[in-house]
């Protein structure tokens, strides 16, 4: 079974491009997770999808993040437009819908964005 | 608010050697606790997790976890370490009533020969 995915595994920007993260979710994985970690910091929640909708947006820093999974398959994360503080490795993680397996996340190996 | 506290930033062992690294969380109910590690070039991988039941939780790679609410802490151990166990160790919770894990700020693992 493969597992979470995510493209590209880098990414360097300049300040004021645009980027789009993409992430592929185990199949058959409803629940659909975007988190990031800032260099140094920890890993922080961004949102969560489940099927198409989004549950919890919560952690989306400002309104230049837009997340979209449309027809609940794989998910785009744009960052528009990027800015210094806006690097860091962004991660995906998914999770089945049902009882107690919805916990587990399985999780991508991350993209790392650089925004100089 | 929940939140995880690795006291350790960073921790060296000699290889062979007893690891235990440092989890302590707040939260007001039970909660669901996780350590994941991620060695250098992967993502985060699952060792091991604990919902409820018996609160000695063995994982994979040889780790194992306690759960002790009188301490809120969910410390993890492995009695003999390996080089290849060099990585960073984040121990998470998730939150009540949803599905967003809050991580610990991670403790890495350095091993010597």
């Known amino acids: 079974e493969a597992g979470v995915t995510q493209f590209p595994s880098h990414s360097v920007i300049e300040k004021g491009q645009t980027v789009t993260l993409r992430c592929d979710p185990i199949?058959?994985?409803?629940?659909l997770y975007w988190y990031r970690r800032v260099m140094g910091k920890e890993i922080k929640f961004l949102l969560h999808f489940v099927k198409e909708s989004k549950q919890d947006e919560s952690g989306m820093p400002n309104n230049r993040f837009l997340a979209e999974r449309t027809g609940g398959t794989y998910s785009t994360l744009k960052v528009q437009p990027a800015e210094l503080e806006d690097s860091g490795v962004y991660f995906c993680?998914?999770?089945?819908?049902?009882?107690?397996?919805?916990?587990?996340?399985?999780f991508g190996p991350g993209t790392r964005l650089t925004v100089t | 608010a929940q939140s995880v506290t690795q006291p350790d930033i960073h921790i060296t062992v000699s290889e062979g050697a007893s690891l235990e690294l440092r989890c302590n969380y707040s939260y007001g109910a039970t909660p669901y606790l996780f350590w994941y590690v991620q060695s250098p070039g992967q993502g985060l991988q699952l060792l091991l997790k604990y919902f409820s039941g018996d609160t000695l939780v063995q994982g994979i790679k040889g780790f194992e976890a306690e759960f002790k609410r009188s301490q809120s802490s969910f410390n993890l151990r492995k009695p003999s370490v390996h080089w290849s166990d060099a990585a960073e160790y984040f121990c998470?919770?998730?939150?009540?009533?949803?599905?967003?894990?809050?991580f610990g700020a991670g403790t890495r693992l350095f091993v010597k020969a």
């Open positions: 199949s058959g994985h409803d629940n």
């Open positions: 998470a919770v998730i939150n009540t009533g949803g599905f967003k894990t809050i």
């Open positions: 993680a998914s999770s089945q819908l049902a009882g107690g397996l919805g916990y587990e996340q399985y």
